[in-house]
């Protein structure tokens, strides 16, 4: 078994509180043990629970398998090494696990779908794990809480990173959960934050290279880092440096198109503007180094996919030939299209809040720079890519869907092409 750092007094805090406690919440910053923690205390309870049915979850089986069942070699597979196996359980994915009060069976689900309930319905579950919870749909958080009604020893587990603070979890479940905990300190709510702090497996150098990816001004960094309910406001790469994160001719590199990885994006359009964007990546930084973009209403001419083929031609064949198309995934007859040109193409990662962080990033690391002359649309958007702010006062955060076509565009670019490794290094 690997041998687990210390955890600090919070955490033993929250261990010690979890044994009368039914409803256990840890929340807070990236990295700061809330995995390894939830998932401990559900193995040693595991052992001698009345029980035999349990239930971990996430947002898919997937998720549930990475952040429970192994959680960086801290998971159950770990805790009960050699008296474990994976198997089926009623066709549902499961770990058999042997104790001192028999073999338990541990159900896999996934949750974040509307419908996703169903899946567990008809069992009772002793336990139940959920992690990153308040990415799941309320419908599965509920039927979560309803299984384990009749539950001989009741106890859920929740983890999540931070939300705004007026998202569905907060307003609909840990509220009041908070206030009849108030009411009644015997109520068995268990709460608990945590940050990178708690975290005594990683050293200082560490975090201080983590701390070095995110601009302190910005919600990421209050939510990831703080662990605080940070709302999302106002532009969302305002720390855009109109020096740092732009070029013209003069300043562009020599020789650019030699030594460097060409790539093509396209948001599509065809009522909405169609924007190509044309990037050159060194491997340090990425070059927006043209665009193109065409609106098909205000032009009152909207084009078929086989005009928009013979521009895409046009725009890019005058120069070295391209890597790779990024396609908008929304775009499967555009891709079709141009796959029949002979293009390589890959869909998008359109993981929008990620996709985000990822892009302020590389802006803040200046691994961004857009040509001050041959990219104005994107220039010109960047000062109005802001959160929607009707959609923020329902809990929902996305960018405002106007005059984002560029943006959106660089966002497909570094979710999908840019690794973690690249972020943590800034380049």
């Not at 959160?387 to 670019?413: F, S, T």
Request: one cysteine or more.
């Amino acid at each position: 078994m690997n041998k687990s750092a210390p955890f600090t007094q919070n955490q033993v805090s929250f261990y010690n509180r979890a044994l009368t406690s039914w409803l256990n919440v840890a929340e807070g910053g990236k990295r700061g043990g809330k995995n390894v923690l939830a998932t401990l205390t559900f193995c040693v309870m595991l052992e001698n629970h009345p029980n035999k049915l349990h239930l971990i979850a996430g947002v898919s089986v997937a998720s549930a398998r990475l952040n429970i069942m192994d959680c960086d070699g801290y998971g159950l597979i770990n805790y009960f090494e050699g008296r474990c196996r994976q198997g089926k359980y009623q066709e549902r994915d499961c770990l058999y696990v042997k104790t001192p009060t028999g073999t338990k069976v541990v159900l896999v689900a996934g949750g974040a779908k509307d419908g996703d309930e169903k899946y567990i319905k008809g069992n009772t579950f002793g336990m139940a794990y959920v992690t990153e919870a308040n990415e799941c749909h309320p419908k599965f958080i509920q039927e979560v809480n309803d299984r384990t009604l009749s539950s001989f020893d009741r106890k859920i587990f929740h983890d999540l990173n931070p939300k705004g603070p007026l998202h569905w979890y907060y307003t609909d479940i840990l509220e009041q959960h908070e206030a009849k905990q108030r009411l009644n300190p015997k109520y068995g709510y268990n709460y608990g934050h945590f940050t990178i702090a708690d975290n005594m497996s990683l050293s200082m150098d560490k975090i201080e290279t983590l701390l070095t990816t995110y601009d302190k001004k910005t919600m990421w960094y209050k939510r990831d880092i703080k662990g605080l309910r940070a709302m999302a406001e106002g532009l969302i790469f305002a720390n855009f440096s109109d020096e740092e994160n732009t070029y013209d001719d003069e300043s562009r590199p020599a020789g650019l198109e030699a030594y460097a990885q060409r790539y093509a994006v396209v948001d599509y359009g065809t009522e909405n503007p169609m924007v190509y964007l044309d990037i050159y990546d060194d491997g340090d930084v990425i070059w927006l180094d043209r665009e193109y973009y065409y609106d098909g209403r205000k032009e009152k001419a909207p084009l078929t996919n086989a005009q928009y083929g013979d521009s895409f031609d046009d725009f890019f064949r005058a120069r070295p030939p391209l890597n790779m198309v990024i396609m908008d995934p929304s775009a499967d007859s555009f891709e079709t299209e141009l796959k029949s040109r002979g293009y390589v193409v890959r869909g998008a990662d359109n993981e929008v809040l990620v996709g985000l962080q990822n892009t302020a990033t590389m802006f803040f690391k200046r691994k961004i720079r857009v040509h001050k002359v041959n990219c104005p649309h994107t220039l010109s958007e960047r000062q109005g890519y802001v959160w929607d702010e009707k959609a923020r006062q329902r809990g929902i955060e996305q960018p405002l869907k106007e005059n984002d076509h560029c943006m959106d565009g660089v966002r497909y670019y570094i979710k999908t092409m840019i690794k973690k490794y690249r972020l943590a290094l800034g380049r």
